[in-house]
């Protein structure tokens, strides 16, 4: 078996929706970036890369690349996840931990399970995301953004 380790983080911007893992999540801001902004599904994609040795996700869609441009963020986990297999492995298991001291995520956990078990093709049960805030320090506790730690494990098929 093989483990993978994933980490991204984006700031808070007004104007955009907040999407978490493929579920638009009720809130006043959402994430910056070139993508859609989903940091929770960025890092699941740089733990799956890492655990294939298989670069990461700035690699194989660059973010100078008009392509990517308002990416849906799902639609390049689906991409992942074959490429994965292509490789020759099944997904074992997902971690993730998303930080940010709001919204509170507790209500939408099980929604985004959902959303990504299904992108994924795998059963819920191999994936657990996991909400906490930051205890107010740093700027993701001064509420600038949201972070997330991510870690994948593959078996071969
Ligand atoms: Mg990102």
């Not at 506790?141 to 078996?155: F, K, N, P, R, Y």
């Amino acid at each position: 078996m093989r483990i993978g380790f994933g980490y991204d983080s984006h700031r808070f911007a007004e104007g955009r929706p907040l999407v978490l893992g493929g579920v638009m999540i009720p809130f006043e801001k959402g994430l910056a970036a070139h993508s859609d902004g989903d940091v929770l599904i960025h890092a699941i994609i740089d733990a799956l890369l890492g655990a294939a040795a298989l670069g990461d996700i700035g690699s194989h869609f660059p973010d100078t690349d008009e392509k990517w441009r308002g990416a849906d963020s799902t639609d390049l986990l689906a991409e992942v996840v074959r490429e994965i297999r292509g490789a020759g492995y099944a997904i074992g298991n997902i971690d993730a931990t998303v930080i940010c001291e709001q919204p509170k995520l507790r209500p939408c956990i099980d929604l985004i399970r959902d959303q990504l078990a299904a992108t994924m093709h795998v059963g819920k049960g191999r994936i657990s995301v996991k909400g906490k805030t930051n205890e107010k320090m740093d700027d993701v506790g001064a509420g600038l953004g949201i972070e997330v730690h991510a870690v994948a494990l593959l078996d071969p098929l």
